[in-house]
């Protein structure tokens, strides 16, 4: 167990719709990461969240947004959803800003049908 | 395009044997890389890393090998263990606020 929790663990939804994932971090950790991994790929970076404020962003579309909240639970929302949102979202967390031994969640599968 | 690629899909080793998962980057600017290992249904779990500064770390039963000049990276697992059974992905980055960039994993089978 990594301590990193993520919520729900399976969604299935329709195209057009919109969803939120939702993350906690290891208890003291500040930094939170998103990345998807689709079928047959690696995990594709989306964005990075370090004590409220983005530090970085990856291939994010800009139907996709995050933001960390003041407890530092980080919500990833999806909106407009197509067939190829279809993916597993995994969200990270470490201690430092750029801290590259990051702890992952379980990982939230979505389906859109 | 993939910076970072780990050409075998899959691997199988028997038990006892040595496993050798391997993994190439193109972006030299890359300096410190990483191997998670991925069970099913769970979220990746960070094994063991090596700076651009090294060309061998060990922990255990895992060693991974860099080597700069070819721009390619190995890890040994000595011996396998049918526990050892997970998908393995590559990550590389460059020091600082850059996040991880991560090869599409390889899958390794250890039989008893």
Known sequence: DSGVTQTPKHLITATGQRVTLRCSPRSGDLSVYWYQQSLDQGLQFLIHYYNGEERAKGNILERFSAQQFPDLHSELNLSSLELGDSALYFCASSARPTSFEQYFGPGTRLTVT | ?112
């Open chain 2, 1 to 112: 395009d993939q910076q970072v690629k780990q050409n075998s899909p899959s691997l199988s080793v028997q038990e006892g044997r040595i496993s050798i998962l391997n993994c190439d980057y193109t972006n030299s600017m890359f300096d410190y890389f990483l191997w998670y290992k991925k069970y099913p249904a769970e979220g990746p779990t960070f094994l063991i890393s090596i700076s651009s500064i090294k060309d061998k770390n060990e922990d255990g039963r895992f060693t991974v090998f860099l080597n700069k000049s070819a721009k390619h990276l190995s890890l040994h697992i000595v011996p396998s263990q049918p526990g050892d059974s997970a998908v393995y992905f590559c990550a590389a980055s460059f020091s600082g606020n850059t996040p991880l960039v991560f090869g599409k994993g390889t899958r390794l089978s250890v039989i008893a």
